[in-house]
């Protein structure tokens, strides 16, 4: 786990992943998540321009399709990227964010 001092030490560090923006806190642990054609994105309505707008630049870099499924209440499903509002921290600010990569099971 980062400290709130340790961001630029990992924005140095060629294993860090490169996030934009850099997290006050991350841990990092074994696996990956593989985006392929077949990737869908999920989202439930608040959080749908953003998705929208994630599939845009992600098509326009990989060329794949990255279809958008925009649902009530989104929950993960095996190699689908999820953008939720849903259990979000109150009295967070808007640039507040998770993210959980999971490769070995869904995440709810």
Known sequence: MLSA???????ASASA????????RMECRHGDFNLVP??????????RDTA????????QSTG???????VP????????IVLTTQDAKAGTCAEVYELVVAADREVY
């Open 5 to 11: 001092a340790e961001p630029a030490a990992l924005a």
């Open 17 to 24: 992943p490169a996030l934009i923006p850099l997290p006050q």
């Open 38 to 47: 077949a990737t869908h994105i999920l989202a439930d309505t608040p959080s």
């Open 52 to 59: 929208e707008y994630l599939a845009a630049r992600l098509r």
């Open 64 to 70: 794949y399709p990255l279809a958008v499924d925009v």
């Open 73 to 80: 209440k989104a929950h993960a499903r095996a190699g689908s």
